[in-house]
């Protein structure tokens, strides 16, 4: 029986008819009830056998409707169960598969009385069956009355059937599992060496999700100078943009690619360089940190920048010497000649004087800008930071004493050696004692201490540092960004080279210097060493 060829020639309307259709992926849209409704039909529908067979008890039904042996190996015993009952056996019963039926299902199919299967129900079908019962009854008896109804026979039949669907479920999921296998293995090898790459990259990267940090390598977590526990739960990071220093830090959603100072848990700052990767996946959208430790890099640009500025001002101090100093040693000589034949009385010889300071202020000019564009390659030595700052304080004590300071020193002793071009060192330190000497009251002191560096958590950093503090009014916070810029300068007689050349000249030896407000006012000029490694020579 062809079933897919068969269509109703007429509607169904002498009588009321029900199916009842027993399938665990039997189609239940309420448009085919509807439309099985409007041609006077009932569906029943179940997906268990047990709730089958009461249906069948309380309900009169003239089409069954059955999962095959393929979906559920209890349907042939339902099936065979419905065409030994005595007054059930009359109803047609079709088999309902997605998949064609073979040779050996369809022949057990056919040995238990079943009519028919299809691989596909639309309202068409059913009405097609029912239209082929109502014109053609006696095509469904025949096959009824000619069963077998072998116990035995239909049980081994039955589970031979079974095993063989077993047998190839398993090799089926056999198969599955061993290509699970293999998939897992790849990627298990491809997620270790993820993890060894995430983990071991030189370079710091962060992984957040929805504004919160879900992974985090070890180079970032030493960055940020806490351990990937502490770091936990992580939504900012501690990050200045210029001037702008938020204390609570910048949102991980809001940072953008850039370059940054990065607070780090010591307190340190760190110029830094992020990038921003956003993985744009709707289901797991991720953003990726990539960020470069650039401090020395940007240390180097900068020493480079002031080298190219040196060079200009070379040159500027060139053409300074050559055009002004020739005639401004006649102007000087002449105003001196002056000052000898005019009379001590003489209501210009004031005039003079002036005149003659100016023309000493420009020639220090001259002298400090040639002195900065001069300045050497240090002559790396190893040498003692304590000796070099005595030698330096000797040429400091005519000055302090005219207005009786009192310079206090600490020096701590057996430090570290460093390398350093002595003459350089001490002309720095003289410059920042000439600076706390100017900007003294009378009477006042001056602390000058040396000692090994340390920072928090860390008590042996390499270094050692010389601290010089003045007790003077301090330097605005707004002016301190300024400070060693050349020819710029707080002090009303200064000439704005001073700190400018201690830079150039701490540079070269890798050290750093800072000037910082005091607590209690004043400021505090500070220069840190690094000291000299054991396997290092001297040049």
């Keep these: 029986m062809n079933l897919s060829n068969i269509l109703p020639e ?42 089958a067979t009461e249906m069948l008890e309380n309900h009169t039904v003239d089409l069954i409707i059955s999962d095959s042996f393929m979906s559920d190996p209890e349907a042939f015993p339902f099936c065979r169960k419905v065409k030994q009952h005595p007054q059930r056996s009359h109803i047609p019963l079709i088999l309902y598969t997605r998949d064609q039926i073979d040779e050996e299902e369809m022949n057990l199919a056919k040995s238990i009385g079943i009519n028919g299967h299809l691989t596909k129900v639309e309202a068409a079908d059913l009405l097609a069956i029912l239209h082929e019962m109502r014109e053609s009854p006696d095509s469904y008896m025949e096959s009824t009355q000619a069963l077998n109804f072998d116990e035995d026979g239909f049980r081994s039949a039955h589970n031979a059937l079974l095993v063989k669907r077993l047998r190839a479920r398993l090799e089926k999921l056999e198969k599955a599992t061993h290509a699970l296998h293999e998939e897992n293995g790849e990627r298990g090898a491809v997620q270790h060496l993820y993890r060894n790459f995430f983990e071991e990259a030189s370079i710091a990267i962060m992984v957040f999700e929805k504004g919160n940090l879900i992974n985090i390598n070890r180079e970032a977590a030493k960055l940020l100078g806490f351990t990937k526990e502490q770091l936990s739960g992580l939504t900012s990071l501690p990050l200045e943009l210029g001037d702008h220093k938020p204390e609570q830090g910048i949102p991980l959603q809001d940072i953008t690619s850039g370059e940054y100072g990065l607070r780090r848990g010591n307190g340190e700052v760190l110029d830094i360089e992020i990038t921003v990767n956003r993985i744009s996946d709707p289901t797991q959208p991720q953003t990726i940190l990539y960020i470069k430790d650039i401090t ?20 500027l101090a060139g053409g300074i010497a050559h055009e002004i100093r020739n005639p401004l040693a006649a102007v000087s000589m002449n105003l001196q000649y002056l000052l000898q034949v005019i009379e001590q009385t003489s209501p210009h010889r004031e005039s003079i004087d002036a005149a003659l300071e100016g023309a000493h202020r420009i020639n220090q000019v001259i002298e400090n800008t040639l002195n900065l564009a001069r300045s050497k390659p240090p002559l790396l030595q190893q040498e003692e930071l304590n000796t070099i700052t005595s030698h330096a304080l000797r040429f400091m004590t005519v000055l302090a004493q005219r207005k009786h300071l009192t310079i206090e020193t600490i020096f701590e002793p057996q430090l570290p050696p460093i390398r ?51 007790f003077g009014a301090g330097i605005p916070a707004e002016q301190l960004q300024h400070l060693f810029e050349p020819l710029w300068t707080t002090k009303s007689g200064g000439t704005g080279l001073g700190l400018t050349l201690c830079k150039h000249i701490l540079d070269g030896h890798n050290a750093q210097i800072s000037l910082e407000p005091a607590p209690e006012g004043g400021t505090i000029a500070r220069v840190i060493f690094p000291t000299q490694k054991p396997n290092e020579g001297t040049e």
């Design 10 to 51: 007429t509607l169904i309307r002498q009588r009321k008819y029900t199916i009842l259709v027993a399938c665990q992926e039997f189609d239940r849209r309420e448009g085919f009830h509807e439309e099985l409704k409007q041609q006077g039909v009932s569906l029943l529908t179940c997906c268990n056998f047990t709730i």
């Design 296 to 315: 020395v890099e940007k240390k180097l640009r900068q020493q480079l920048m002031n080298s190219e500025k040196m060079t200009l001002m070379g040159r």
């Design 420 to 470: 350093a071009d002595a003459r350089q060192i001490q002309q720095v330190i003289i410059n920042l004692l000439q600076n706390a000497i100017d900007v003294s009251d009378q009477g006042g002191k001056i602390a000058l201490t040396t000692a090994r560096y340390q920072t928090e958590g860390e008590s042996d950093t390499g270094r050692v540092i010389l601290s010089i503090r003045d």
